[in-house]
């Protein structure tokens, strides 16, 4: 079992900046890949940045140039998002892939909003 918590979230203007961040626990190892969805009110949840375990990192095409993903190890994942936009509004979560499932976390919300 792997247990992921986010942290990070919070309300932002349009045009600033935060920083998500993941803490993953528990059995950490085998791990293929580490990721990012959101899901915004009365939308289908998406993903926003994986990065595989060679370090192969892609993004959804709506946060390329913005959103940058990065992790330490297996341990600790990050979501940099720059340039906030409304649309950017959502509840973020974190995924570890493994053993050819997928965990998730509960969860951050981001607000964008003036």
């Known amino acids: 079992q792997v247990q992921l918590v986010e942290s990070g979230g919070g309300l932002v203007q349009p045009g600033g900046s935060l920083r998500l961040s993941c803490a993953a626990s528990g059995s950490i190892f085998s791990i293929n890949g580490m990721g990012w969805y959101r899901q915004a009110p009365g939308k289908e949840r998406e993903l926003v940045a994986h990065v595989t375990e060679g370090g192969t990192t892609n993004y959804a095409n709506s946060v390329k140039g913005r959103f940058t993903i990065s992790r330490e190890n297996f341990k600790t994942l990050y979501l940099q998002m720059n340039n906030l936009k409304p649309e950017d509004t959502a509840v973020y979560y974190c995924?570890?892939?493994?053993?050819?499932?997928?965990?998730w976390g509960k969860g951050t919300l981001v607000t964008v909003s003036s």
């Open positions: 995924t570890v892939n493994q053993f050819g499932g997928i965990y």
